[in-house]
């Protein structure tokens, strides 16, 4: 499918289609490709749906998160939706693993060894859950370090929890940390060895 198809519905309902039929945000470029809108017919399409979907006339929404777009169920709506989902929830998170997120957020990409020295404890296990539940992911390795270690990110999914676009988003690092905390944090980092990595 190139960018250049054309199809018989009103741009809107290509667009719906398409963020229907898929479980996370799709960028512009490919809403572009998939439905072979022009990019102001795809946008102009985005906003028709933004006022259709709106939280005061549906109970779906359009959202903006992780660089994408995506339909979504009304927050107002959100006890029901709970009551009718029969599935178990996934386990809320942990302060660890809120650490671990915030260290690869706003330090990384950083391997598991600086994950560890950044949080002072072993962390392989928190890390490995993460992992599973796709908040985190590698990206690329650390070709300057014996073995070449996976760096880690957040991912996608993790900004549309947050309800992110990106990570600009979130606050920045020095209203949260003061300059202290945060260079013996980053010596700790730059301190930690390769060695370390078996024990992250």
């Known amino acids: 499918m190139t960018g250049n198809a054309r199809y018989e519905a009103p741009p809107e309902h ?3 289609a398409v963020l229907l039929s898929s479980p996370s945000p799709i960028a512009l470029p490919d809403l ?4 072979g809108l022009a990019q ?3 946008l102009a399409a985005l906003e028709h749906l933004r006022a259709r979907f ?3 006339s ?3 929404v359009l959202r903006e ?3 994408g777009y995506a339909l979504a169920t009304n927050p107002t709506c ?3 939706v709970e009551r009718f989902r029969a599935e178990a929830r996934p386990a809320p998170l942990s302060g660890a693993a809120h650490e671990v997120l915030a260290s690869v957020l706003y330090l990384g990409p950083m391997t598991r060894a600086a994950v560890s020295a950044a949080r002072g404890v072993n962390s392989d296990a928190v890390v490995r859950n993460l992992l599973e539940r796709n908040l985190l992911e590698e990206r690329g390795r650390d070709e300057g370090l014996p073995g070449s270690p996976a760096l880690l990110g957040v991912t996608d999914d993790f900004l549309a929890a947050a309800g992110a676009r990106d990570p600009e988003d979130f606050p920045p690092l020095d209203a949260l940390v003061d300059e202290a905390e945060l260079a013996r944090v980053r010596e700790r980092i730059s301190g930690a060895r390769p060695d370390a990595a078996g024990e992250a």
Do not use: F
């Open 14 to 16: 290509l667009i719906e």
């Open 32 to 35: 572009l490709s998939a439905t």
């Open 40 to 42: 102001g017919e795809a």
């Open 54 to 56: 709106s939280p005061a």
């Open 58 to 60: 549906s109970g779906i």
């Open 65 to 67: 998160v992780a660089g």
């Open 78 to 80: 959100a006890a029901a």
